[in-house]
């Protein structure tokens, strides 16, 4: 079946402008996660989904960056008046097995450039 | 805080080598241990996953082991193709705060030529 999905693959904006990113999980994925990766910093997470739950937000740098899960299915991640250290390629992953024993399947990332 | 880091940084081997890509952690209050592979521009594909309770999981060339008290894990690969060219990244899942989060190494860039 159909993988992850994320969009745009890539994006380029201005200092101080608010983007969107989008995630589509594997359906029936109940768990969903936002890691990004960047040159100085590896891949760290940011923010996990599961089911009705309320979100772990514990990864998320700063008050600028939120995301929501509509309807336990797509996810967007906001970052607000976007900065250039915030310049990096954020990934979406999704488990089918909630708790500590699931696979994470990842998506291809966007590539998201502040100029 | 968990630390997990990779050694080597890159490797670059002709084709047919047997490898060794190593991975430790510094807390071994791990729940499982993955192995990933990253190729550009096409995210990160999921090659092994060992429970904290097993010591190894082995699919077709690759083979990866687990010894959470020292804190270490190894992932084999028999006769290296360029198809195995990519960058290979372990992460932990810790069991102490009841998430689901990943812990991800710096990652082994891996170069075979033929």
């Known amino acids: 079946g159909a993988g992850v999905s994320q969009s745009p693959s890539n994006k380029v904006t201005e200092k101080g402008k608010d983007v969107e990113l989008r995630c589509d999980p594997i359906s029936g994925h109940t768990a969903l996660y936002w890691y990004r990766q960047s040159l100085g910093q590896g891949l760290e997470f940011l923010i996990y989904?599961?089911?009705?739950?309320?979100?772990?937000k514990s990864g998320l740098p700063s008050d600028r960056f939120s995301a929501e899960r509509t309807g336990g299915s797509v996810s967007t991640l906001t970052i607000q008046r976007t900065q250039q250290e915030d310049s990096a390629v954020y990934l979406c992953?999704?488990?089918?097995?909630?708790?500590?024993?699931?696979?994470?399947?990842f998506g291809p990332g966007t590539r998201l450039t502040v100029l | 805080k968990q630390e997990v880091t990779q050694i080597p940084a890159a490797l670059s081997v002709p084709e047919g080598e047997n490898l060794v890509l190593n991975c430790s952690f510094t807390?071994?209050?791990?729940?499982?241990l993955q192995w990933f592979r990253q190729d550009p521009g096409k995210g990160l594909t999921s090659l092994l996953l060992i429970q904290s309770s097993q010591r190894e999981q082995t699919s077709g060339r690759l083979n990866a082991s687990l010894d959470k008290s020292s804190g270490r894990s190894t992932l084999y690969i028999a006769a290296s193709q360029p198809g195995d060219s990519a960058t290979y990244l372990c992460a932990v899942m810790e069991s102490i705060y009841n998430t689901d989060k990943l812990i991800f190494g710096t990652g082994t860039r891996l170069q075979v030529f033929p």
């Open positions: 807390d071994s209050a791990i729940y499982n």
């Open positions: 992953a999704s488990s089918s097995v909630p708790g500590l024993a699931g696979t994470q399947y």
């Open positions: 989904f599961q089911g009705n739950s309320a979100p772990d």
